[in-house]
């Protein structure tokens, strides 16, 4: 009957924005519910192709960079439960590039309250990513980061 493949497309929450040709307005930090999110349905094309920009970007580097820079990364869903849990009064998660003190790349999340300040309290939580792509032995069936 129908010669084209269905491909399922996934759900995206997304930034409302009123006009496409606009930057989105940074988030509202001390006023969440003014952050309206949509549902829309978007090919994973569109994912991988984020991703491949991003891979272009840093194979524009100097120096290769493709195979240090973290490209994705992998986080327990028990541990940002915890995250949650620990910050009930955060309404943002706030994920952190950075670089250990042994040169590891790699990402982490923290709660953001709802002044938009980064929670410090003792009883805090935040959650180092598990493992990051690359290497992409960690991810190696990936989709969205494998040619």
Do not use: W
Request: include cysteine; glycine fraction near 4%.
């Amino acid at each position: 009957m129908f010669n084209k493949i269905y491909k399922p497309m996934p759900k995206l929450l997304t930034r409302e924005v009123e006009d496409s040709l606009k930057q989105p307005e940074p988030c509202n930090l001390s006023a969440p519910a003014e952050n309206v999110m949509v549902e829309q349905q978007v090919p994973i094309e569109e994912f991988k192709e984020r991703c491949d920009r991003y891979l272009k970007l840093l194979s524009s580097l100097q120096l290769p960079q493709q195979n240090t820079m973290v490209r994705a990364a992998n986080f327990t869903t028990e541990s940002v439960l915890q995250m949650i849990q620990s910050s009930p009064g955060s309404s943002f998660i706030r994920v952190y590039y950075g670089i250990d003190a042994n040169g590891e790349h790699g990402l982490f999340m923290a709660p953001i309250s709802e002044a938009g300040s980064l929670d410090t309290n003792e009883e805090t939580v935040y959650v180092d990513d598990c493992c990051a792509c690359p290497p992409l032995g960690n991810c190696q069936d990936d989709p969205l980061l494998n040619p």
